[in-house]
C-alpha cells in the first residue's frame, strides 16, 4: 500500500470518502487499497465530523443520506472526531498561520493532529503546505 501501512494512525481527508461513496473511478485503486487497509486492520484512521458534513452536504435521496451515515459508523478502524474546543483552537491557529487553507481543512488537520495522527492523506494538492503532518495525496498512493 506503498508505505501507508507503515503507520500506525492515519488521517483521512472527506475526498477519501466522497470517492469511496460515488465509486469514482479515477481514485478507485488508492481509496480501495484505504478501504481494504481498514478492514484488514493493517491500517487505523481518524477523521473529522466535518468528513461526514461534507459527504452528505450534496443533493442525494434520503435513503442514500440514510446509507452513508451507516456506512461512517459502520467502517472498522475508523474513529470520527467530533469539533472540541482544543481542535477549534487549533484550527483557529492553522488558519492564521496558513491562510490559503480553508476552513474546513484546517479543521481536519487540527483532528489529525489531535489525534496524534502520523500521516494525513487527501487528494487537494493545497494542503500540502501544512508542513507540521506529513501530507500524502492519493496520486502518490
Known sequence: MSGIGKYRLVALDSNIFIYHFEDNQEFKLPVDLIYQGLIK????????????????????????VKEIEEAFKNTPNLQILDVNHEIAREAAKIRRKYRALRLPDAVQVASARFARAQIFI????????????????????
Not at 41 to 62: C, F, G, K, N, Q
Not at 122 to 141: A, Q
Request: charged share 25%; proline share 7%; net charge positive.
Open 122 to 141: 487527501t487528494n487537494d494538492k493545497r494542503i500540502k503546505i501544512f508542513k507540521e503532518l506529513p501530507i500524502k495525496l492519493l496520486t502518490e498512493i
Open 41 to 64: 486492520t493493517t491500517i487505523r484512521a481518524v477523521t473529522s465530523v466535518v468528513s461526514v458534513i461534507e459527504a452528505l452536504s450534496y443533493p442525494m435521496p434520503d435513503v442514500v
